[in-house]
Each structure stands twice: as C-alpha cells, then as structure tokens.
C-alpha cells in the first residue's frame, strides 16, 4: 500500500499560526497587566494615606513613599514540538509566556516634597472644587485652619477637640452667635454654619483696577511720560470724575459668602479676596460689586490706613489636613461623633476609621498589629472615602516628576 504524501509545509503553517496567536495573547497579556499594576498603586497609596492618618493621630512622624515606576518585561514566544504519539498528526504548536515585572519605591524624602507638604494650599482650589460639587462644610471643615478678625480680634481655631455631639438647636443657635459663641458651642463649627446657612458659596473672577499715583489732569494725562507708562503691559489710564488715573490691571478672584435677607431668604453676598499670601481670604471693600462685576476699580488709600474690618480665613497646608484627620479620628475612638452638614442629605460623619470590620468595607491598612477599615462612601453617613479621595489629590499636587527620586530607591523584583 501506497504511503500518503508527506506535507512538509504543515510544520511551517502550524508554526505562522502560533506565531500569530502570540501576537494576540501578547497585547491580552499587557492589558491584564496594565490593570493589575494600576491595582497595585491604588493599594499602595491608599494604605500609606490611611497609615499616615494614624500616625497622625499619635502625634508621630509621616512618612510618604511613591511607586515611581513600574518594569513589565512581558514575553511570548511560540514553539513546534514532535508529538511521538501521533494523535496531532506528529506536530504540536506550544505557547510560552513569562513576566518579571519590577518597581521602583522611592521615599518622598526631597526638600521640595517637604515644602509642598507645608505649603498652604491654593485658594483657587476652594472655586475648583467647589465647583465639582464637593459640599461647603466638607471644604471649610477641612481646608480652613482658623476664623480670624485681625489684631485684637477674636479667633476661632478649628481644632476637633473643641468639638461636642450637640443637638440642631442648640447647634442653629451657636450658628446665630458666630465668633462670639460660648461653650458648649465651638466657635469655629459656629462660623461655618453661619457662613453655609443661607446657600452656596459662589465665586466670581474679575479685573482688579489698582490705582498708580496721584489723579491727573487732563493735560497731565497726555504728557509723553503718562502716556507711555499707560501702554505698558497690566497698565490703564481711565478717566477719574474731571480727572484721569492710572491703574494697573490685576486678576482678582473672590468668595462670596450669603447674607440673611430675613425670612430664610438670601440677601446680600459679601466679597472675600483670594490671595495666596496669608490670610488667604481676607476682608474687602464692597464698592462695585466684586461678587458680580467684570471689572472693580480700587479706591486710592492712604499710608498707614487700617485694614478692612471683617473674619479672614486662614487655609491649611496639605500637612496640616492630615493632623487634622488625625485629631478627627481621634474624636471619633473616643466615642464623639465628627459630623457636619452638607446639605439635602442631613448631616454625616467627616471621617472615621473604624477598628471594626464595617458592613461594607472598602479598604484596609494594618497599623501598629491593628487592622483598620474605611466603609465605603455614604453620602448620609459616612464621607471618609470621598475626603481620603481629595486629600489624594491636594497630596499629589505637592509632587512633581523632579521630586520622585530615580535613584536610590528600592526596587522589589517579583
């Protein structure tokens, strides 16, 4: 009997197809492991966010790490085999796949880590987030060091362990008594019920007209030297009453803060300017609508002229909102429940991590041979998600690729 044709192309075809199945593994292969390291980092710095806290709450050092990079070495290769069997008709295609993925860990130990970390947070981030939708108590709560009214003045720190569990009435009517609240009221939780208690915060940006010198007459304002100083860049002349002024031209941005119109209703807003430097949002005069207008010219003042009356507000470092979290959680072992009001929802707990397993976990850190849990959001019980999500991102907008050291850093090679 005649023996069938040898096909001596089949060996080559089965070796093309799984090359090609290679291909397509190969790119499955990298997505699966994109997501798995993505699950790692999200691992990482939650747990050293929630570690931070605690050490916080003891009143011990923080200490931040970055996973600065992460080395998948993926690799597929494809094989023929001989199959002595002969059930494969003598050649069998094998895949073969392997990953050695390393990282790097580098500890945020970088002078420029730690001035962001001590740095005041930026002022324009009360509009942005504010404009995302995170609730005004939250963003005061967290981001608001102290209520200020100057030299002489009173203050009302926001320090938790003024804080007490205090029922809606004898709340509203702290809330009516501002600074000048007596215990049990806390001062500062007084000032931010009064601030929230007739609507939203609202923003407005807008061009700040500072005045440059002395008024000038007509033929003043047309002498070569006025003129040129008036065509620099940020500079306008503008005509003043019978009189022209020079002004320079300044972005402001300002928080408007409801008033009562009686009756519940709202009435007029008051304008506090956002400044970068101490105190961050400060008292100003009211003259042409800042909480409205497109543009606002300033009032010429004297030397030695007192500062506008009023409650400045002093903004925390991202340091700060940590020790804070810290005496919080504090609070809340100690059996005084942390709650604020945000709105529709009722009041809810600023932030806890609990000892206990929750209903509905959402994350765990072990501390000191302790197992610690954060719940997951409930926007009528329980905000600490949401406030570990923020305080991620003020964290990470203290960092830059320059900070996040390259070399000496640990790398862990699985």
Same mark, same amino acid.
């Given at each position: 009997?005649?023996?069938?044709?040898?096909?001596?192309?089949?060996?080559?075809?089965?070796?093309?197809?799984?090359?090609?199945?290679?291909?397509? =593994?190969?790119?499955?292969?990298?997505?699966?492991? @994109?997501?798995?390291?993505? !699950?790692?980092?999200?691992?990482?710095?939650?747990?050293?966010?929630?570690?931070?806290?605690?050490?916080?709450?003891?009143?011990? *050092?923080?200490?931040?790490?970055?996973?600065?990079?992460?080395?998948?070495?993926?690799?597929?290769?494809?094989?023929? @085999?001989?199959?002595?069997?002969?059930?494969?008709?003598?050649?069998? %295609?094998?895949?073969?796949?392997?990953? =050695?993925?390393?990282?790097?860990?580098?500890?945020?130990?970088?002078?420029?880590?730690?001035?962001?970390?001590?740095?005041?947070?930026?002022?324009?981030?009360?509009?942005?987030?504010?404009?995302?939708?995170?609730?005004?108590?939250?963003?005061?709560?967290?981001?608001?060091?102290?209520?200020?009214?100057? %030299? !002489?003045?009173?203050?009302?720190?926001?320090? *938790?362990?003024?804080?007490?569990?205090?029922?809606?009435?004898?709340?509203?009517?702290?809330?009516?008594? !501002?600074?000048?609240?007596?215990?049990?009221?806390?001062?500062?939780?007084?000032?931010?019920?009064?601030?929230? !208690?007739?609507?939203?915060?609202?923003?407005?940006?807008?061009?700040?007209?500072?005045?440059?010198?002395?008024?000038?007459?007509?033929?003043?304002?047309?002498?070569?030297?006025?003129?040129?100083?008036?065509?620099?860049?940020?500079?306008?002349?503008?005509?003043?009453?019978?009189?022209?002024?020079?002004?320079?031209?300044? *972005?402001?941005?300002?928080?408007?803060?409801?008033?009562?119109?009686?009756?519940?209703?709202?009435?007029?807003?008051?304008?506090?300017?956002?400044?970068?430097?101490?105190?961050?949002?400060?008292?100003?005069?009211?003259?042409?609508?800042?909480?409205?207008?497109?543009?606002?010219?300033?009032?010429? =003042?004297?030397?030695?002229?007192?500062?506008?009356?009023?409650?400045?507000?002093?903004?925390?470092?991202?340091?700060?909102?940590?020790?804070?979290?810290?005496?919080?959680?504090?609070?809340?072992?100690?059996?005084?429940?942390?709650?604020?009001?945000?709105?529709?929802?009722?009041?809810?707990?600023?932030?806890?991590?609990?000892?206990?397993?929750?209903?509905?976990?959402?994350?765990?850190?072990?501390?000191?041979?302790?197992?610690?849990?954060?719940?997951?959001?409930?926007?009528?019980?329980?905000?600490?998600?949401?406030?570990?999500?923020?305080?991620?991102?003020?964290?990470?907008?203290?960092?830059?690729?320059?900070?996040?050291? =390259?070399?000496?850093?640990?790398?862990?090679?699985?």
């Amino acid at each position: 009997m005649r023996a069938p044709p040898r096909r001596p192309f089949r060996p080559l075809l089965c070796l093309a197809l799984a090359f090609l199945a290679a291909g397509c =593994s190969l790119g499955d292969t990298i997505g699966r492991h @994109g997501i798995a390291y993505n !699950g790692s980092v999200q691992t990482a710095t939650d747990t050293v966010l929630v570690l931070n806290v605690l050490r916080a709450r003891d009143q011990a *050092p923080l200490h931040f790490t970055e996973v600065g990079s992460i080395h998948g070495s993926l690799s597929l290769s494809a094989a023929l @085999g001989y199959d002595l069997s002969k059930v494969n008709g003598g050649t069998e %295609p094998a895949l073969i796949a392997s990953t =050695s993925p390393s990282f790097d860990i580098g500890p945020l130990d970088r002078q420029e880590f730690a001035r962001g970390l001590l740095r005041p947070i930026d002022p324009a981030l009360l509009r942005l987030l504010s404009d995302q939708g995170w609730p005004a108590q939250l963003l005061l709560h967290l981001l608001v060091s102290r209520f200020d009214e100057g %030299p !002489g003045g009173r203050i009302a720190v926001n320090d *938790p362990r003024r804080r007490q569990d205090l029922d809606p009435a004898t709340r509203a009517a702290c809330a009516r008594e !501002g600074l000048a609240a007596p215990p049990p009221c806390d001062p500062f939780q007084a000032m931010v019920d009064a601030i929230t !208690g007739h609507g939203p915060l609202q923003f407005n940006g807008y061009t700040r007209l500072v005045p440059v010198g002395p008024r000038l007459t007509r033929a003043e304002a047309i002498a070569p030297e006025n003129l040129t100083t008036a065509r620099q860049p940020g500079m306008t002349m503008r005509q003043d009453g019978t009189g022209w002024q020079l002004y320079r031209a300044l *972005p402001q941005l300002v928080v408007c803060v409801p008033g009562g119109g009686g009756n519940g209703t709202p009435g007029r807003y008051t304008a506090l300017a956002l400044d970068n430097d101490a105190p961050q949002a400060s008292p100003m005069s009211q003259e042409g609508s800042p909480c409205t207008a497109d543009e606002v010219a300033d009032r010429p =003042s004297s030397a030695g002229e007192a500062a506008m009356p009023g409650v400045s507000w002093y903004l925390r470092s991202v340091d700060e909102v940590l020790r804070y979290l810290g005496e919080v959680q504090r609070r809340e072992e100690a059996g005084i429940p942390y709650r604020i009001n945000i709105g529709a929802a009722g009041t809810a707990r600023l932030f806890r991590l609990w000892s206990e397993r929750p209903a509905r976990p959402r994350l765990s850190a072990e501390y000191q041979g302790r197992r610690w849990w954060v719940a997951e959001y409930d926007e009528g019980e329980d905000l600490t998600l949401r406030v570990l999500a923020l305080t991620t991102q003020l964290l990470n907008l203290q960092k830059s690729a320059s900070e996040i050291p =390259s070399a000496g850093t640990l790398r862990l090679v699985r």
